[in-house]
T-cell receptor
C-alpha cells in the first residue's frame, strides 16, 4: 500500500533562515507522481508542485526548491530565506489508483519575525 | 473566477441530527472528493466521485453519505451514525486523467453541541 511519512511534526525558524521539510514515501508502482501542498491558516490547501518519478532533477521556483531522490524514496522541500507568510502546514502527497491521494500527516512550519 | 465553494464555514450538530455540507465547483471537473482533517493528522478520504451519479467509498465512509446528481455539486451528509463528527472537512476536485492536482475549497469546521 502507498504510504507517506513526514517525520517533522512542527518546525520553528526565525525569518530569513532556510528550512527543509522532509517527505519519505512508499509505493510499489514503478511510475508515480508526488505532490506538495500548503495549508495556510485560512484552511484551503494550495498546490505547490507535482513531480513525475521519471524526472529526478531538482526543481527551483523562487525561494522554493525540491530535492527528489528515488534511491531513498524522498521528496524534500526547502524554503530559502523564510518569511512570516510561509507559516503554514505543508503536506506531501502520493496519488494511488482510482485518483485517491495518500497524504502525509503534515509539517507545521512557524516562521517567527 | 473558477473555484470550489464550500458552505457553511462553521457548522454545529446536535446529538442525533444529520447535517449536510455543501460543495460546488465551476471548474468543469469530473472528479470530486471529500476529506476529513483531524488536528495533527493528514487528510483522510471519505468519499469520491469520478462522474455524475456515481461515487465510491473512501477509507472512512462509515457514518457519511453523498450524492452526485450534478457535475458541479457533491454534498456530504454527516449522519447521526457518525459518533465523532468534530473535524475540518475539505472538498476537492480534479480533472482527468489520474494524477492531476487537486483544487480545494476553504473547508467547513463541524462541531458537536
Amino acid at each position: 500500500a502507498q504510504k507517506v511519512t513526514q517525520a517533522q511534526t512542527e518546525i520553528s525558524v526565525v525569518e530569513k533562515e532556510d528550512v527543509t521539510l522532509d517527505c519519505v514515501y512508499e509505493t510499489r508502482d514503478t511510475t508515480y507522481y508526488l505532490f506538495w501542498y500548503k495549508q495556510p491558516p485560512s484552511g484551503e490547501l494550495v498546490f505547490l508542485i507535482r513531480r513525475n518519478s521519471f524526472d529526478e532533477q531538482n526543481e527551483i521556483s523562487g525561494r522554493y526548491s525540491w530535492n527528489f531522490q528515488k534511491s531513498t524514496s524522498s521528496f524534500n522541500f526547502t524554503i530559502t530565506a523564510s518569511q512570516v507568510v510561509d507559516s503554514a502546514v505543508y503536506f506531501c502527497a502520493l496519488p494511488q489508483r482510482g485518483q485517491n491521494f495518500v497524504f502525509g500527516p503534515g509539517t507545521r512550519l512557524s516562521v517567527l519575525p | 473566477d473558477g473555484g470550489i465553494t464550500q458552505s457553511p464555514k462553521y457548522l454545529f450538530r446536535k446529538e442525533g441530527q444529520n447535517v449536510t455540507l455543501s460543495c460546488e465547483q465551476n471548474l468543469n471537473h469530473d472528479a470530486m472528493y471529500w476529506y476529513r482533517q483531524d488536528p495533527g493528522q493528514g487528510l483522510r478520504l471519505i468519499y469520491y466521485s469520478q462522474i455524475v451519479n456515481d461515487f465510491q467509498k473512501g477509507d472512512i465512509a462509515e457514518g457519511y453519505s453523498v450524492s452526485r446528481e450534478k457535475k458541479e455539486s457533491f454534498p456530504l451528509t454527516v449522519t447521526s451514525a457518525q459518533k465523532n463528527p468534530t473535524a475540518f472537512y475539505l472538498c476537492a476536485s480534479s480533472g482527468t486523467p489520474t494524477n492531476e492536482k487537486l483544487f480545494f475549497g476553504s473547508g467547513t469546521q463541524l462541531s458537536v453541541l
